[in-house]
């Protein structure tokens, strides 16, 4: 038993390899050049300002089997707090949408009802992460609203659904540094461009990793309700900048990264049933960011536990954004994850980050940082 489990072990860290030494050509540096990088983002800011008369219509697409957990949940949740558009969540099927890696909501409309209610189409669509990239009806769905004249904006491997749909031939792009290759071979006519949060190009914008999905809505809102308006929000949310800068070098795979990565995940028999209890009205964002990196350390299942679900049944809560979130039972044998109430809901990541490296070390938080696309927690929260 156990030479099978090292064997699948060696041949998984020689396939990292493998993947890391065909991400590409290495990145050039970042440019130091902040006048280009403000151009940049007045650009992205002008290219996403309404082009309709009155409050424009935003849909966050959704697969109902599984769409990236943030991804989701903080442009919703961002864009809800900042009031600036009417935000609906389509997917395929109303009611239920599981989130990857962690959680569930009950938020959907579907297709057809959505398209009765809006015959011209939505102003701007969000596109996550999908755990199926190529679905028939997401892919139809998005083709259409592309050319009635939505804005796309695809955050993260959402590139990659933004891709099927036909929508990043001959344009510039960026994604989650994982799919740079993928995204090449499958679009010749395409440029990656490196060291940048977000990027847009004939009405399609791409997103790096999780973490630039809220200054890239920061920039949405300020397209929209200007610049004080997302300054109120940054502020609130605990957002220093929603520029585009952004340091791609560090993210990529390696040996080191590989082997570690794998290696604890072979440590089956440390797994742990994490809970989260909730309330009605907790934050959306601080709930997601934790779920959401928690769960890829590899050594825990996370869920929401709520003092509304009884001990045979799930319950659900409603979010600050108003989506209704499902909720488990609570275990007795579950490890309680704590969220930060003194901190800003994005400053709940880095809270997190310190707890992991506290609990799991420094190796399967710097893993979760490459997995979410993240240069690092502050240490000021580290050390609070």
Known sequence: MWRAVWALIGASIAAFALAGCGAGAPLPPAPADTSAREREQQAFVEALKPRRAGRPVIAVLA?????????????????????????????????????????????????????RAHPSGPDYVIVPAMIVEDDPAVTAWLKQQAARGARVIGVCSGALVVGHAGLLDGRRFTGHWYDRKTLLKRHPGATHVPHQ???????????????????????????????????????????ASWSPEHDSAPFGLNMK???????????????????????????????????????RTGHMKVDAASASASASASGSVTLRSGLVLITQPAREKSTRLLLTSS?????????????????????????????????????????S
């Open 257 to 295: 990264r590989g082997s570690s990565y794998l290696l604890n995940k072979a440590a089956f028999w440390r797994g742990e049933q994490g809970q989260i209890d909730v309330q009605t009205g907790i934050d959306d964002i601080a709930l997601a960011l934790a779920a959401d990196a928690w769960t």
């Open 197 to 239: 949060r977000y990027v847009i190009d004939r009405d399609v914008a791409t997103t790096t990793g999780i973490t630039a999905s809220v200054p890239t809505m920061l920039a949405l809102v300020e397209a929209i309700g200007g610049p004080e308006n997302a300054k109120s929000i940054a502020n609130e949310l605990g957002v």
């Open 343 to 383: 901190l800003k809901p994005v400053q709940q990541l880095d809270r997190t980050l310190c707890e992991i490296a506290a609990r799991h070390g420094e190796a399967r938080r710097d893993w979760v940082m490459q997995e979410m696309e993240y240069p690092g927690p502050a240490a000021a929260i580290c050390a």
């Open 63 to 115: 697969l109902n089997e599984g769409t990236e957990t943030t991804d989701l949940l903080l442009p919703h949740a961002v864009l809800q707090r900042a009031d600036v558009a009417d935000v609906r969540i389509v997917a395929p099927k109303s009611g239920r949408v599981t989130l990857y890696p962690a959680l569930q909501v009950d938020a959907a409309q579907d297709f057809a009802s959505f398209d």
